[in-house]
């Protein structure tokens, strides 16, 4: 069974410019979630998807950071414009449910460098 | 609001010795409680979780981890570490806050294993 799927792995942009990650969960998957992992630090939620309802963006920079999942599958979720800041690990992780005691299985991850 | 601390950055074992990592947790109820590992360039992998019941979980590749409420701890263990257990190690909770599931990460614990 494939796992979780991110793309790209990795990206390097200058400041300023648009940038997008695509995820693509386990089959079957209703929950998705988005998390910003900085370096030396553990996963933050960024934004957690019921099917294609966002159930919780609290924690999403709604100023710059956008996602969607469409149809209740795949995801994108994009910065416009980046900053400095925003250099870090993007993973996007699933689950059956959204249970607080369901599994998450988690991508690889895509890596950002912001220049 | 829950949160978790690992007060161990960094550890550094000899092969075959044995291992134990902290991990405490602040929840207002019974949290469920993970261990995640992290290798270089891979996503998070579940190692083991606690939701109820015998307080001592077992969980893959000869980790355990007990839960202790009285101390609010869930410290991870192996009594013979491998060369390939060198990654990084996440300890998380989760409940449900605001009306919604959310996992909270701890910082993280780098383990080098010298062989």
């Known amino acids: 069974e494939a796992g979780v799927v991110q793309s790209p792995r990795y990206k390097i942009i200058e400041k300023k410019q648009p940038v997008a990650f695509w995820c693509n969960p386990i089959?079957?998957?209703?929950?998705l979630y988005w998390y910003l992992q900085n370096l030396g630090q553990g996963p933050e939620l960024l934004i957690r998807?019921?099917?294609?309802?966002?159930?919780?963006d609290s924690q999403l920079p709604k100023d710059r950071f956008s996602a969607e999942r469409l149809k209740g599958v795949d995801s994108t979720l994009k910065i416009q414009p980046a900053e400095l800041g925003d250099s870090a690990v993007y993973l996007c992780?699933?689950?059956?449910?959204?249970?607080?005691?369901?599994?998450?299985?988690f991508g690889p991850g895509t890596r950002l460098t912001v220049l | 609001a829950q949160s978790v601390t690992q007060p161990d950055i960094h550890i550094t074992v000899s092969e075959g010795a044995s291992l134990e990592l902290r991990c405490n947790y602040s929840y207002g109820a019974t949290p469920y409680l993970f261990w995640y590992v992290q290798s270089p360039g891979q996503g998070l992998q579940l190692l083991l979780k606690y939701f109820s019941g015998d307080t001592l979980v077992q969980g893959i590749k000869g980790f355990e981890a007990e839960f202790k409420r009285s101390q609010s701890s869930f410290n991870l263990r192996k009594p013979s570490v491998h060369w390939s257990d060198a990654a990084e190690y996440f300890c998380a909770v989760g409940g449900i806050t605001g009306g919604g599931n959310k996992l909270t990460f701890g910082t993280g614990t780098q383990l080098k294993v010298e062989l």
């Open positions: 998807y019921e099917n294609e309802e966002a159930v919780d």
């Open positions: 089959s079957g998957h209703n929950t």
């Open positions: 992780a699933s689950s059956l449910e959204g249970w607080s005691n369901d599994e998450q299985f």
